[in-house]
């Protein structure tokens, strides 16, 4: 699972009936989203946490997406390496002195300990799984909610020679395993996202291809004191919607 020192770690798609469909939060009154969003412009670096020695990529996707909120409010934040490992211990069940523990995570769990819980003092107020397949949604989810949480399979010719761009092949060498990374922007052609402490972009047509899951988080570090998002919204009243939603 890992080439270069870059492990995979998403496991299988797990779907809970009870989680809120962002869809049905946003249709049909929201406007088309930009045509372009990023919010990875304040960041000057990103970290691996510990995703180069484990396959804790449901929990980097955590910390960067940490990162990305609390940058774009003036006050990048960047959660250690010991808050990582503890919840990859609690959240993910690795155990340091089993290395046969180090078999990744399922993101709907880490999301659903991350609200319960916390993640070293920061908190998502909810969570919403987003249509992978409806790209107008996710770039309203990216937009309106500093990025989304997503996962996706890696085929074997990425894995091999990571290009900056990921892009579908004739021959992608079969699947190397399941990926967990924060997404951070997009433009018409382009979804720009974290992985490895790296900045990296795929087409459209790889998002369509190898993505399966996706979630917009309500994070509170997105919120100013005031407790509204960047682009206006209330974090209470997102929060309220979102949990009357079944």
């Not at 996707?61 to 211990?89: F, K, M, P, R």
């Not at 951070?184 to 459209?204: A, D, H, K, P």
């Not at 206006?232 to 009243?237: D, K, R, T």
Request: hydrophobic share 40%.
């Amino acid at each position: 699972m890992t080439i270069a020192n870059r492990f995979l770690g998403r496991k299988a798609v797990v779907v809970d009936s009870r989680t809120v469909k962002l869809g049905t939060y946003l249709a049909p009154t929201l406007p088309v989203p930009p045509p372009a969003v990023s919010w990875s412009k304040q960041i000057s670096s990103w970290g691996v946490m510990l995703n180069d020695q484990l396959g804790d990529c449901t929990i980097a996707g955590c910390g960067h997406a940490v990162q990305t909120w609390s940058a774009n409010l003036g006050n990048e934040i960047t959660v250690s390496d010991s808050t990582v490992l503890a919840a990859y211990e609690a959240w993910d069940g690795y155990n340091p002195s089993d290395p046969s523990t180090d078999q990744g995570g399922i993101e709907l769990n880490v999301l659903k300990s991350w609200k319960a819980d916390g993640f070293g003092g920061h908190k998502i107020a909810a969570f919403a799984s987003v249509n992978p397949q409806n790209i107008t949604e996710v770039k309203q989810a990216i937009n309106l909610f500093g990025g989304i949480y997503i996962g996706m399979d890696v085929p074997n010719f990425i894995m091999n020679n990571i290009p900056q761009v990921w892009d579908i092949v004739a021959n992608d060498g079969g699947i190397d395993g399941g990926h967990c990374v924060f997404v951070v922007g997009y433009n018409e052609t382009l979804i720009t996202f974290i992985s490895w402490g790296s900045v990296y972009q795929m087409t459209i047509p790889y998002w369509n291809k190898y993505v399966d899951e996706s979630y917009a988080l309500v994070g509170e570090d997105f919120f100013a004191a005031q407790g509204v998002d960047p682009a206006g919204f209330s974090l209470a009243q997102i929060t309220a919607d979102i949990n009357q939603i079944h």
